[in-house]
C-alpha cells in the first residue's frame, strides 16, 4: 500500500510541475486517518487545479480539475482524473445577467454546514468533521439576473437527477441488518440483498429571489426535485444459490422545498454575524411494507450566529433542527461550537468542533490544531470521538472516531 501512495504521489507532483508554466492555480492536499472502530489506515492525495480561460471579454471557461489517489474503500477506484467542475461562463453578455453552463457546484444558503437548502449537489459518502466536504458536480445551468445593484432573480436547472454513491457492499450490509430480523422473526433466514435502482427521469430545477437590505441579506427560494438517498420500494424475498436472497428495490422521492435564508448584523452585538437556513418540505408519500417513511410536511433548520473576539478567539454557535441523516418525523435538535484560537506570535492554531444531540445527550467532539509553516502550506491534526450508544442520534456514527492528518500547499 506504501509502494502505491509513494507512485500516486511521484505521478501527482510530476504532473503538477509541468503544468505550473500554464494558468493554473490550485492546491496538493494529503489527508490520512486511523479509524479507532475498523483499526485501519486511509490515505487521500488529491491535486486541484483551478483555470480559466477568456474567450471574448465576457465569455470564459472555467474548470476544476482533480486528480485523485485513494485507499478508501468508499472509491470506486484508487486512481482517477476527474473535472470536479467545468463550464462555460457568461457574464453581462446578456446585459445584468450571468450564466453558467457545464458541470456546476451550487450553493444554496447561508449556513456553513448541514444546510436544508443545498439540494442540487448530492455528498461524497461520510460526513467529514475535520474539514469542509467537497460535493460531488452535476450538469446544471446556473443564470442569475440582477434587476438592480440590492435585488436579484436565480434559476438552476439540472436537466437529470444525480442520486449520492455509496459502495454497493456497504449499502448491502445496511439493508441486510436492517430487514433480515423482520424476515428472520417470520422464519425466513436472508443471506444477501440485491438492489435495483428506479432513477427519476425529470429533471430538477430552482429559483431563488434575493435581496440586501440595510444590515441584512435575504432570499425566499423553491426547490423541485428528489431525496439524494434512495428508499426502499419493493421488497421481495426469492431462493438464491446459497440462500435465500432479498430482492430490494430502491426508489427517490419527489419533494418540494420552500426555503428562506437570511445573513447579517447581530441586533446587539457589534462584529457578530446572524445567519439561518430554514425550509419546509413537502414529500412525495412513501409507504414500505404498510409503514410510512415519508407522509406528511416537515421543517429543518439551521441557525447559527460566529462573532470574533477582541483577543482573536473565533466562535460559531448553531441550532440545528433535523440533522442530514434526518426527515420528516425523525428530525430533531442539536447544537453545534466551532471555536478557533489564533495564538499571538504563533504559528498554531487550536480550534474545536462540537455537535450534541438535545434529544439524547450523545455528542461528536473534534479537537485538533493546524500549523501555518508558510502562507502557502500547512497541516493540521485533528482527534473525533463519538460518545452515545449505537441507537443514539450521533452514537451511531461511532465509525467517524479517530485520528486524522491533513497537509495543503497552496500554489
Known amino acids: 500500500m506504501k509502494r502505491n501512495i509513494f507512485l500516486a504521489a511521484f505521478i501527482i507532483l510530476l504532473f503538477s510541475a509541468s503544468v505550473f508554466a500554464g494558468d493554473f492555480s490550485g492546491s496538493l492536499t494529503y489527508s490520512g486517518g486511523y479509524n479507532f472502530t475498523e483499526s485501519n489506515l486511509n490515505n487521500t492525495l488529491n491535486l486541484d487545479l483551478n483555470y480559466v480561460h477568456s474567450f471574448t471579454d465576457d465569455i470564459f471557461a472555467e474548470g476544476e480539475l482533480l486528480i485523485k489517489y485513494t485507499d478508501n474503500s468508499f472509491a470506486d477506484t484508487p486512481f482517477m482524473i476527474i473535472p470536479k467542475e467545468l463550464y462555460i461562463s457568461a457574464y453581462d453578455l446578456i446585459p445584468n445577467s450571468d450564466l453558467k453552463v457545464g458541470r456546476l457546484i451550487v450553493s444554496w444558503g447561508s449556513a456553513d454546514m448541514f444546510s436544508p437548502l443545498d439540494n442540487f449537489n448530492p455528498l461524497p459518502p461520510g460526513i467529514s468533521f475535520t474539514s469542509m466536504t467537497q460535493k460531488n458536480a452535476v450538469l446544471a445551468a446556473d443564470a442569475i439576473y440582477y434587476f438592480n445593484d440590492i435585488t ?169 433542527w433535523g440533522f442530514v441523516f434526518e426527515e420528516g418525523d425523525q428530525c430533531s435538535p442539536y447544537i453545534s461550537l466551532n471555536a478557533r484560537k489564533e495564538l499571538e506570535d504563533s504559528k498554531l492554531t487550536p480550534n474545536y468542533l462540537g455537535i450534541i444531540s438535545l434529544h439524547d445527550g450523545s455528542m461528536i467532539n473534534s479537537v485538533g490544531a493546524s500549523y501555518d509553516f508558510t502562507d502557502d502550506f500547512s497541516v493540521t491534526l485533528s482527534y473525533v470521538s463519538v460518545s452515545g450508544d449505537q441507537t443514539s442520534k450521533l452514537g451511531q456514527m461511532g465509525s467517524a472516531e479517530g485520528l486524522y492528518l491533513m497537509g495543503e500547499w497552496s500554489f
Open 152 to 320: 436579484y432573480l436565480q434559476t438552476i436547472i439540472l436537466p437529470s437527477f444525480v442520486s449520492s454513491y455509496m459502495p454497493e457492499k456497504y449499502e448491502e450490509q445496511i439493508y441486510l441488518s436492517m430487514f433480515a430480523p423482520q424476515f428472520q422473526a417470520q422464519g425466513i433466514e436472508i443471506t444477501s440483498v440485491n438492489i435495483t435502482y428506479a432513477l427519476p427521469g425529470n429533471p430538477v430545477w430552482g429559483i431563488k429571489l434575493g435581496r440586501s437590505f440595510t444590515s441584512f441579506d435575504a432570499a425566499i427560494s423553491y426547490y423541485n426535485g428528489y431525496y439524494f438517498n434512495g428508499y426502499p420500494e419493493t421488497v421481495e424475498p426469492i431462493p438464491g444459490v446459497s440462500g435465500m436472497t432479498l430482492n430490494l428495490g430502491l426508489g427517490y422521492p419527489k419533494k418540494d422545498v420552500f426555503g428562506f435564508e437570511f445573513q447579517g448584523d447581530f441586533p446587539g452585538i457589534e462584529g457578530a454575524t446572524l445567519r439561518g437556513d430554514l425550509a419546509y418540505i413537502i414529500p412525495q408519500p412513501w409507504q414500505v411494507q404498510g409503514e410510512d417513511l415519508l407522509k406528511d410536511p416537515y421543517i429543518k433548520a439551521v441557525i447559527g450566529a460566529d462573532y470574533t473576539t477582541s483577543f482573536d478567539l473565533y466562535l460559531n454557535v448553531g441550532f440545528i
